[in-house]
């Protein structure tokens, strides 16, 4: 019995899919200059929900990406370029702008300023406009100690050497193995903070040492104290990373890889 | 190179056009912008020429197959010795329906996949009306920009396919696959799929997903549900993950990485023709306890039919600091020809990071601007600014806007 009522189940499940599924798809070129609101005239009662409501900004990269995308039929790429890439052909008044650059609504206020805590959330945001390399080519143009995370910010410099003594700012680097023979960190900069902060940003940390020298202090397998950096599945997917980069990553830690 | 090839391709198209010669259509926009703003590398103002160009050929052939479309800027500081820098966003030629089976897009253009976007100089082809499958082809030179211009090279390329469900009304499920090289290296290599279905006449099912072939994980995931018991009113739900994703020729690519998660949950309500508002929350997730909770409401209010009014304003909570902030704006089409329009936006923010800021820190933008229409194909506008903040207690900025449609 309960075969039976599942059989039906998927029958009429089916029928009704296949009856919505079959439904051609029209055109909306003929609506291309109607304004959002009359869009209801239609929408309502079809079923479909409208697109371009409050949460389009957030929510239209799934639309835009599809295989039969739609958006032709009433926008052009500057309609799509303005926004991702800082064009300004049809701004409206309310549009920002950064240097030459038209800039979309979320890059609000001090943006220079708000920008870190907005590039905390989904790690994908910035990098759908933006190159990596535009990140660290604005970074690089910052003095390095004005663009600090937390873990920069408790230095081995800042601390006293007695409590009354000057701080260790004082030193050159050269002088560390004066008091701490055999020392590993020449220069002492870090704290565990930053292992924390790499895991959940590490775009962050490549806005400000592109090339990465920094790490291979202490993450080569060469030099320094060789801690492994690696993610725990490294071992299965190493070798892709070797045949896709002709072993340019591998090399710049490993003699053999 | 890059100047030759745009020069060759914009030759051989005048010689097309003007073999043709008759009665194309040429269409589009003149921009000429003055912009006034304050360069935070030389902490000097800035006064630039711009010069954009937006336009379409279509019509070319007599079946109007063939069309032409472009897209630039050009720009040239007038005190800061940054000189002359441009940006080319698109200039392709399009051919429909060949064998009424097949688009083809010549030149540079933006091409968007479920697996990645990026800019082009190559071709996009697009096989349809075929069956219920469609196909889609692209690749070409990978086109990169900076601060200042373009920061590619040469040996940046992108190579994409799709397959997608064509001609359901109300199901859309394509999978894709995009390759970019970095000076001849694989660089990035994603599979990538989207999915949206239909059901009952009021639920809205989605997803889309990137798998990176190299890290051999899931960089993206998004799955979602949008209920909308009336047309006016839309309930959405959704999970996301996302991994930081870098290419494979970058040593950061090799690094661990925390998954990041979130949770949407929000509410978009029409009540008339006159009022519109929203609400949501999200959770966002770092991993290694690191967490926010991120609430927002919004409303867009036309008390009369010439007037717009937008609030918005959010609250986020959790690792590495507190953002406390929204904005108005009020646009009034005081005539036909005349439109004012003004807002703010304001922020309240502390960062547990950035020594030189911590506590509490605000930061105020006003501005105000106008656009008149000076002829049926002509309008100028003029927006100003101004701009309060911990690095400066005052920052106007603005910019005079002359368009010429043609």
């Not at chain 2, 010069?51 to 050929?57: K, V």
Request: glycine share 8%.
């Amino acid at each position: 019995m309960k075969r039976w009522f599942m059989f039906f189940m998927l029958l009429a499940l089916s029928a009704l899919y296949a009856q919505q599924a079959v439904a051609q798809k029209q055109s909306h070129k003929e609506y291309a200059s109607m304004k959002i609101s009359e869009c209801n005239d239609c929408h309502k009662g079809e079923g479909v929900a409208l697109n371009h409501d409050a949460d389009w900004v957030r929510g239209h990269r799934v639309l835009a990406s599809k295989g039969e995308k739609n958006c032709a039929e009433c926008h052009d790429q500057a309609y799509c370029l303005d926004c991702h890439q800082g064009g300004g052909i049809d701004a409206q008044l309310s549009t920002n702008t950064y240097r030459r650059d038209y800039i979309p609504k979320s890059h609000r206020s001090d943006w220079l300023e708000i920008h870190p805590i907005k590039a905390l959330d989904n790690p994908q945001t910035c990098t759908r406009c933006h190159d990596q390399k535009y990140c660290s080519e604005c970074h690089a143009k910052f003095k390095s100690s004005s663009l600090e995370f937390l873990s920069h910010r408790r230095q081995f410099s800042d601390i006293k050497l007695t409590s009354v003594g000057p701080n260790h700012s004082m030193f050159t680097t050269a002088q560390c193995q004066t008091c701490h023979p055999g020392g590993m960190l020449p220069t002492h900069v870090w704290s565990p903070d930053h292992a924390r902060e790499a895991r959940r940003n590490l775009q962050a940390c490549q806005s400000c040492h592109g090339d990465g020298d920094v790490c291979l202090t202490c993450h080569s397998a060469r030099t320094g104290l060789k801690v492994n950096p690696h993610p725990r599945d490294w071992n299965s997917i190493k070798n892709n990373f070797k045949d896709k980069s002709s072993g340019r990553t591998c090399i710049r830690c490993h003699d053999r890889f | 190179m890059k100047i030759t090839w745009s020069l060759r391709l914009i030759l051989a198209l005048s010689f097309l056009t003007a073999a043709n010669g008759w009665c194309a259509d040429f269409h589009g926009r003149s921009s000429t912008q003055l912009l006034s703003f304050i360069n935070d590398f030389n902490n000097g103002r800035q006064i630039e020429v711009a010069q954009y160009l937006h336009f379409s050929l279509t019509n070319i052939d007599s079946a109007g197959k063939f069309n032409i479309f472009g897209y630039g800027r050009g720009s040239q500081d007038l005190n800061n010795g940054e000189g002359i820098n441009g940006r080319l966003y698109y200039l392709y030629g399009e051919y429909r329906d060949l064998y009424n089976i097949i688009d083809t897009k010549l030149g540079r253009q933006f091409v968007n996949l479920s697996a990645g976007t990026t800019i082009i100089d190559g071709v996009q082809m697009d096989l349809k009306n075929i069956g219920p499958v469609g196909f889609t082809v692209l690749g070409g030179r990978d086109v990169v920009f900076g601060l200042n211009g373009e920061i590619g090279h040469e040996g940046n390329y992108a190579l994409g396919l799709a397959a997608y469900l064509t001609g359901f009304k109300n199901t859309d499920l394509d999978v894709s696959w995009f390759r970019k090289w970095d000076a001849g290296d694989v660089s990035r290599d994603i599979v990538g799929g989207s999915f949206k279905q239909f059901l009952f006449k009021n639920i809205k099912a989605y997803a889309n997903a990137q798998y990176d072939l190299t890290s051999e994980v899931f960089n993206q995931v998004l799955a979602g549900v949008k209920y909308f018991p009336t047309a006016n009113l839309i309930l959405t739900g959704e999970w996301y993950q996302s991994y930081p994703t870098f290419d494979t020729t970058d040593i950061f690519s090799v690094f661990a990485v925390n998954r990041y998660q979130e949770w949407v949950f929000r509410g978009d309500y029409t009540l008339s023709d006159m009022v519109a508002v929203n609400a949501g929350y999200s959770r966002q997730v770092y991993g290694d306890g690191g967490a926010a909770d991120v609430y927002e409401v919004g409303c867009r209010l036309h008390p009369i039919e010439t007037v717009s009014v937008g609030l918005a304003y959010d609250l986020r909570n959790g690792t590495d600091g507190h953002l406390n902030g929204g904005m108005f704006d009020v646009t009034w089409d005081v005539t036909k020809k005349l439109q004012l329009a003004s807002g703010l936006t304001v922020d309240a923010y502390s960062r547990d990071f950035f020594p030189s800021s911590t506590g509490n820190q605000t930061a105020q933008q006003y501005w105000v601007g106008g656009k008149y229409k000076l002829a049926k194909n002509m309008q100028a506008s003029l927006r100003v600014q101004d701009d309060i903040n911990v690095s400066r207690n005052s920052n106007v900025q603005g910019r005079f806007v002359f368009d010429y449609d043609f």
